[in-house]
């Protein structure tokens, strides 16, 4: 028996998520099971506009947002996604990959559209 989920599940299921969970954390490592590992000087969120999930189980950032004066010199390699804008507020809902150059104290980082990617294993 195939496990994992259904194209068309997968699709719904992520789409509900990033839609419950916008707001973007930037962490320099895997953020864990709670979402708290490994989280970036950055404190701020930013809230992400997200792509309808296909049926590839992927779902990606349709629009590019940015952090100005960044705070820290670091290199963010994973994000999570929060249901409250507000640093240390919210719950926890997704985490996945984020594809950026690295960042120096003060500049601005930007997340390119596609360059924020939550995903679920189909069904195989």
Do not use: C
Not at 84 to 111: C, I, K, L, P, Q
């Amino acid at each position: 028996m195939a496990e994992g989920w259904g194209p068309n599940g997968a699709g719904t299921a992520l789409d509900a998520l990033v839609a419950a969970y916008p707001h973007v954390k930037l962490h320099i490592g895997a953020p864990g099971a709670a979402g708290t590992s490994n989280p970036a000087t950055e404190t701020i969120r930013k809230t992400a506009a997200w792509n309808a999930t296909g049926t590839d189980g992927i779902v990606e950032n349709s629009a590019a947002f940015s952090w100005t004066a960044i705070a820290g010199s670091q290199d963010a390699t994973h994000a999570t996604g929060w249901s409250s804008v507000t640093h240390g507020a919210g719950n926890f809902g997704w985490s996945g990959t984020v594809t950026a150059n690295a960042y120096v104290a003060g500049d601005t980082y930007e997340v390119a559209i596609g360059g924020l990617v939550v995903s679920v294993p189909l069904a195989s």
